[in-house]
């Protein structure tokens, strides 16, 4: 599997980096515009994302931004539904409001943080999303 990390906060970055690695190679970007650059490029070469794992709250372009812009990139491609990237957006924003905003602009899961890894194991049924 390929990974997207999109995530400013250091100790955060770090952890996800380790916790995600696990399942496949995972690239890292700290700003939101980053990673819509990032996701670009992965489309350009032929090897597109898997899973992008997106924060909200970040500098120059926020988690939300940056899935508009991602799936704006899979429109533009022609990509179709059921083949976009699974985006799961991970924050300390979990009201309601927040939620379906997200859901909204077409993220697959909503998860807040700190992350609860267990819920991501292969095991649970979340994680049969991704």
Not at 39 to 54: I, K, N, S, T
Not at 77 to 83: E, G, L, S, V
Not at 107 to 117: A, E, L, M, R
């Amino acid at each position: 599997m390929k990974i997207l990390l999109a995530e400013d906060d250091y100790l955060t970055r770090k952890a996800m980096d380790s916790f995600l690695s696990k399942y496949g190679e995972c690239d890292v970007t700290v700003d939101g515009m980053e990673a819509v650059d990032a996701f670009m490029l992965a489309l350009e070469e032929g090897e597109p994302y898997d899973l992008v794992c997106l924060d909200i709250m970040m500098p120059v372009m926020d988690g939300y931004q940056a899935l508009v812009g991602i799936r704006n990139l899979e429109k533009e491609r022609n990509i179709p539904a059921d083949k976009a990237v699974k985006v799961i957006m991970a924050t300390a924003l979990n009201d309601e409001k927040n939620v379906k905003m997200a859901f909204d602009l077409g993220c697959t899961i909503y998860s807040g943080k700190p992350i609860d890894k267990e819920r991501f194991e292969p095991t649970n049924n979340l994680f049969k999303y991704i």
